[in-house]
C-alpha cells in the first residue's frame, strides 16, 4: 500500500464523525495532524530520482497503527505492501521523534505553581492533602535479550524491562525512567533514577511546609508509593500490611491507597490503549525504551487533548458504598507489579511525618466514608 492509500484511508475514517480514525490509531484527524506538525521535521524525507518520499502523515499513521496494535513487522510489511526494513525504519524514527518533541510540551518537567496545582488536584479528587504525586513501577514484556542471562528475568517468570513513573491527579505522567532490567526492584530503580536522586537531594522545585485545614502543624509535599518503596519525608509509603495495624493506621493506608491507586490506573489505561505492550517484544533494549517513552507521551497529549475519551470511569478502579470496584484494564493488563517490599529502614523525620498525616487523617482532615471502607476489610 502506497503512502497515499494510506492517507485515504485515514482521510475516509475521518469522515465518520472521528470514530473510525480512532479505532484505528486511537486519536481522530485534528489530534493526528497537530503530531505531524510537531514532528514532521524529524522524520520527513526528501524526494529522490528514483522514488517519492513516504509522506509524514502516513509515516505517524503506520507507527501509531503499530503501537495500537502490536502487529508484528512482517504483519504490518503485509498490511500496507511496504518492505519490512522499511516498515521498521520508519517506526524506529517515528517514535523516538514522538519523544523527542512532545516530552517537552506534554511531560514538562513541573515547575514549582505546577506541583501546587497537582497537589490541589489530589485534594479535589483524591482527598490526599499535599500529595504531588503517585509513583509505582510495572514490567513491560520483552523477549530474552541475548547474552543477557537471568538479567531480565522478573520475580513473574517472565522478561521484562521496568517502567518507572510518577503520575499526577488526572493519570497523567510527569516523570518517567524506562529501562532497568526486569530482575530489579523498584526501591534501587528508585534510587537510581534522576527523579530519586532529585527527590533525596531535595533539588526537586516543591513548595515548603506549610498548614492544612484545621491543623497548625506544618505538612511537607509528598509522593506516594506503595511498600516497594523507601519511606522518606517526601515520599509515604502504607503501613506494613503483614503487621496488626490500628484503625488509625489502616485509615491512613486507605487514603495513601486512593490517591496511589491513580499510577496504577495510568499504566492499565496505556497497556489496553496501546497493545504493544500486551506483547513480548523482540527488539533492542535502546528500542523497547523508546517504545515506551512514546506510548507515555503519546498518553499524556491523548489525555490532554481529549480526556473523557482515553479516562473512561468504567476502565479505572473507582469505589462504591466503602467497596473498590476494579477497573476493566485489571482483567487485561500485561504490565505487571515490578517492586518486591522495601527493606529501606526510615529516618524518624520520615517516621513522624506519616505520624502527622496518619493523626490527621483521623482527626481533623477525616472524610465521611473511610470508616466504612475500613471496616469492609479493605485495608
Given at each position: 500500500?502506497?503512502?497515499?492509500?494510506?492517507?485515504?484511508?485515514?482521510?475516509?475514517?475521518?469522515?465518520?464523525?472521528?470514530?473510525?480514525?480512532?479505532?484505528?490509531?486511537?486519536?481522530?484527524?485534528?489530534?493526528?495532524?497537530?503530531?505531524?506538525?510537531?514532528?514532521?521535521?524529524d522524520?520527513?524525507?526528501?524526494?529522490?530520482v528514483?522514488?517519492?518520499?513516504?509522506?509524514?502523515?502516513?509515516?505517524?499513521?503506520?507507527?501509531?497503527?503499530?503501537?495500537?496494535?502490536?502487529?508484528?513487522?512482517?504483519?504490518?510489511?503485509?498490511?500496507?505492501?511496504?518492505g519490512?526494513?522499511?516498515i521498521?525504519?520508519?517506526?524506529?524514527?517515528?517514535?523516538?521523534?514522538?519523544?523527542?518533541?512532545?516530552?517537552?510540551?506534554?511531560?514538562?518537567?513541573?515547575?514549582?505553581?505546577?506541583?501546587?496545582?497537582?497537589?490541589?488536584?489530589?485534594?479535589?479528587?483524591?482527598?490526599?492533602?499535599?500529595?504531588?504525586?503517585?509513583?509505582?513501577?510495572?514490567?513491560?514484556?520483552?523477549?530474552?535479550?541475548?547474552?543477557?542471562?537471568?538479567?531480565?528475568?522478573?520475580?513473574?517468570?517472565?522478561?521484562?524491562?521496568?517502567?518507572?513513573?510518577?503520575?499526577?491527579?488526572?493519570?497523567k505522567?510527569?516523570?518517567?525512567?524506562?529501562?532497568?532490567?526486569?530482575?530489579?526492584?523498584?526501591?534501587?530503580?528508585?534510587?537510581?533514577?534522576?527523579?530519586?536522586?532529585?527527590?533525596?537531594n531535595?533539588?526537586?522545585?516543591?513548595?515548603?511546609?506549610?498548614?492544612?485545614?484545621?491543623?497548625?502543624?506544618?505538612?511537607?509535599f509528598?509522593?506516594?508509593?506503595?511498600?516497594?518503596?523507601?519511606?522518606?519525608?517526601?515520599?509515604?509509603?502504607?503501613?506494613?500490611?503483614?503487621?496488626?495495624?490500628?484503625?488509625?493506621?489502616?485509615?491512613?493506608?486507605y487514603?495513601?491507597?486512593?490517591?496511589?491507586?491513580?499510577?496504577?490506573?495510568?499504566?492499565?489505561?496505556?497497556?489496553?490503549?496501546?497493545?504493544?505492550?500486551?506483547?513480548?517484544?523482540?527488539?533492542?533494549?535502546?528500542?523497547?525504551?523508546?517504545?515506551?517513552?512514546?506510548?507515555?507521551?503519546?498518553?499524556?497529549?491523548?489525555?490532554?487533548?481529549?480526556?473523557?475519551?482515553?479516562?473512561?470511569?468504567?476502565?479505572?478502579?473507582?469505589?462504591?458504598?466503602?467497596?473498590?470496584?476494579?477497573?476493566?484494564?485489571?482483567?487485561?493488563?500485561?504490565?505487571?507489579?515490578?517492586?518486591?517490599?522495601?527493606?529501606?529502614?526510615?529516618?524518624?523525620?520520615?517516621?513522624?511525618?506519616r505520624?502527622?498525616?496518619?493523626?490527621?487523617?483521623?482527626?481533623?482532615?477525616?472524610?465521611?466514608?473511610?470508616?466504612?471502607?475500613v471496616?469492609?476489610?479493605?485495608?
Amino acid at each position: 500500500m502506497k503512502d497515499d492509500a494510506i492517507l485515504n484511508v485515514v482521510e475516509e475514517l475521518g469522515k465518520k464523525r472521528g470514530r473510525g480514525c480512532v479505532q484505528y490509531m486511537l486519536m481522530d484527524k485534528e489530534q493526528l495532524d497537530s503530531i505531524v506538525t510537531l514532528i514532521k521535521a524529524d522524520i520527513q524525507k526528501q524526494d529522490t530520482v528514483m522514488r517519492p518520499s513516504i509522506l509524514a502523515k502516513a509515516r505517524l499513521a503506520v507507527t501509531l497503527r503499530y503501537l495500537v496494535t502490536g502487529n508484528s513487522m512482517a504483519s504490518l510489511s503485509l498490511c500496507y505492501r511496504m518492505g519490512r526494513s522499511t516498515i521498521s525504519g520508519i517506526i524506529a524514527q517515528t517514535y523516538q521523534a514522538i519523544w523527542k518533541n512532545l516530552q517537552p510540551i506534554y511531560m514538562k518537567p513541573p515547575e514549582k505553581d505546577d506541583f501546587y496545582a497537582i497537589a490541589r488536584d489530589f485534594y479535589e479528587i483524591w482527598n490526599f492533602p499535599h500529595c504531588i504525586g503517585a509513583i509505582d513501577g510495572k514490567h513491560c514484556r520483552i523477549q530474552c535479550p541475548a547474552n543477557s542471562g537471568s538479567d531480565f528475568n522478573n520475580f513473574h517468570e517472565f522478561h521484562s524491562i521496568v517502567l518507572m513513573a510518577v503520575a499526577d491527579a488526572h493519570y497523567k505522567f510527569i516523570y518517567v525512567d524506562v529501562g532497568a532490567k526486569g530482575k530489579e526492584n523498584d526501591s534501587s530503580i528508585f534510587a537510581r533514577s534522576g527523579f530519586g536522586a532529585a527527590l533525596r537531594n531535595a533539588t526537586l522545585p516543591i513548595r515548603d511546609p506549610s498548614s492544612l485545614l484545621n491543623s497548625e502543624n506544618l505538612f511537607p509535599f509528598i509522593f506516594v508509593g506503595d511498600e516497594a518503596f523507601p519511606l522518606l519525608k517526601n515520599l509515604m509509603r502504607p503501613y506494613p500490611r503483614y503487621s496488626s495495624l490500628t484503625t488509625q493506621q489502616r485509615i491512613f493506608n486507605y487514603r495513601l491507597s486512593r490517591a496511589r491507586r491513580v499510577v496504577e490506573n495510568a499504566f492499565g489505561i496505556m497497556s489496553v490503549k496501546f497493545r504493544i505492550l500486551r506483547s513480548s517484544i523482540n527488539c533492542k533494549l535502546d528500542t523497547m525504551d523508546h517504545i515506551v517513552k512514546a506510548t507515555c507521551v503519546l498518553r499524556n497529549f491523548l489525555i490532554t487533548t481529549n480526556s473523557s475519551r482515553y479516562s473512561l470511569s468504567i476502565v479505572v478502579d473507582r469505589e462504591v458504598d466503602g467497596n473498590i470496584i476494579p477497573g476493566t484494564w485489571r482483567n487485561s493488563s500485561f504490565l505487571q507489579p515490578s517492586g518486591n517490599l522495601s527493606g529501606n529502614a526510615a529516618s524518624p523525620n520520615a517516621i513522624q511525618v506519616r505520624i502527622m498525616f496518619m493523626e490527621y487523617f483521623s482527626g481533623p482532615g477525616a472524610v465521611p466514608w473511610q470508616n466504612l471502607s475500613v471496616q469492609n476489610g479493605l485495608f
